[in-house]
């Protein structure tokens, strides 16, 4: 009997699948177990004890759970708004330059080029109460007359994180509407002024309705991050003080390797995606009404 042999481009792809299967789908199929049992890292053996949807019900009723999520909307909605207002604006100015404008937007991009990790140790350092940057400058320019506590303070703590996060991202919303000025047709532009607009009136009916796909772009790659924010905040804060700065997935961190509940961390996990989820198809629901309104108008 002839033995059959696989097609020549399914040979070719097998070693990639075997690589996926084994680097991804597996342990995502074995960390979804987990999350239908009680699995702790003290007990290996409790990660055969089927118990249902038990842990998806605790996650409804847990208060850090949704305070947690709570705190990450807020993260997401006044990083995002931010970074988009900072990045229209330095796309414009860089749009406006004449001479020196690939070097612009080269230096536009090293932001994104450093480690969350290494954007942590340095805000870290920066809002330190005794030595760093921004309490000698304060206290320099005689605002202040003593530190301030930025990484102790719940409120503060959170205030710098997010610039933390605003300084390291706006870059992605400034490059993707710097793209769509570049690509921008200039007649209608001249049109509006020709016609007596004043230059608000034509940045916000003729410019802005042809960047908008662009910022939702931006808006939906910076969502997923925000989402899914941990290192920042794990190196300025560890979610303290207090709690007052934890997010979903430090949280989930903490439930999995603090307490060593993998399975209940797990289950928060996919919580977590599924959100993040419903968060990205909002997004594009809103580029696709951009999309459609650019086409109807140009």
Known sequence: MKATRLPPHVMLLLPAVIVLAAVVVLPLLLSLWSS???FRLTRPDSIYNFVGLRNYERIFIDTDFWIAFGRTVLLLTVALNLEMLLGLGLALLVDRQTRGQRALRTILMFPMMF?????????????????????NALQSLGVTDQAIPWLIDGALAFTAITAAEVWSSTAVFAIFILAGLMAMPREPQEAARVDGCTPWQTFRYVTWPFLMPFAFIAMTIRSLDVARAYDIIKIMTDGGPAGRTEVLWTLIARTAYSDARMGLANAMAYVAILLSVAFTAFFFSQLGKARAQVAGDW
């Open 36 to 38: 239908f049992t009680p």
């Open 115 to 135: 480690s969350p990790i290494l954007v942590g140790f340095q805000f870290k350092f920066m809002f330190n109460d005794n030595v760093g940057l921004i309490n």
